[in-house]
């Protein structure tokens, strides 16, 4: 398995509060990634990252930001959280080729509760 | 808008007996495509992967896909399903045609009755 872990793995928050989530790396992958899981969407990017200090937005990057600081750390912020942000997130890594043609591996996902 | 069709949100299918799962991507002309699969509260894992050459694939655990580019599928089959596979599944698509990311289905949730 590839070397991530993604902090916290279950966390409940309330509306209005800011909310960190942690991806970290052992691989030395230039590409990283945050999804977010709902029913009946799959999985839908929010940011990606293709280096340090390097980051552009997916298609759901709306109330999100990210910050990569060290190649093997991605943070995804969500300033003021909202119910509609409750969601599994998952943070993949790939790093070979680009990012719309190379193999990507997930992390074991991050359940947010916004209340 | 580019996208990938999993037209089936549910399957059941007999532990022992063949699989087929379907996936359909919207265009491209040179795809790259994937399946994953994701056990209960775990992350995605691969099980196969097509670039290019043969179109038949083989995976882990004992999965193949087949492109076809003339129908624009890419179709999961597992000859004898195990209680264990009982998982969801996702097919996604990369490719020059889709920028700067690979575009996932919604998944295709898979329950083996023994």
């Known amino acids: 398995d590839a070397g991530i872990t993604q902090s916290p793995r279950h966390k409940v928050t309330e509306t209005g509060t800011p909310v960190t989530l942690r991806c970290h790396q052992t691989?030395?992958?230039?590409?990283m990634y945050w999804y977010r899981q709902d029913p009946g969407h799959g999985l839908r990017l929010i940011h990606y990252?293709?280096?340090?200090?390097?980051?552009d937005k997916g298609e759901v990057s709306d109330g999100y930001s990210v910050s990569r600081s060290k190649t093997e750390d991605f943070l995804l912020t969500l300033e003021s959280a909202t119910s509609s942000q409750t969601s599994v997130y998952f943070c993949?890594?790939?790093?070979?080729?680009?990012?719309?043609?190379?193999?990507?591996?997930f992390g074991p996902g991050t359940r947010l509760t916004v209340l | 808008a580019q996208s990938v069709t999993q037209p089936d949100i549910h399957i059941t299918v007999s532990e022992g007996a063949s699989l087929e799962l379907r996936c359909n991507y919207s265009y491209g002309a040179t795809p790259y495509l994937f399946w994953y699969v994701q056990s209960p509260g775990q992350g995605l894992q691969l099980l196969l992967k097509?670039?290019?050459?043969?179109?038949l694939v083989q995976g882990i655990k004992g999965f193949e896909a087949e492109f076809k580019r003339s129908q624009s599928s890419f179709n999961l089959r597992k000859p004898s399903v195990h209680w264990s596979d009982a998982a969801e599944y996702f097919c996604a698509v990369g490719g020059a045609e889709y920028g700067n990311k690979l575009v996932f289905g919604a998944g295709t949730i898979l329950r083996v009755k023994s």
């Open positions: 691989e030395n992958h230039r590409y």
């Open positions: 097509y670039f290019s050459g043969d179109t």
């Open positions: 993949a890594i790939s790093g070979r080729g680009q990012p719309n043609t190379d193999t990507q591996y």
């Open positions: 990252s293709y280096g340090v200090k390097d980051t």
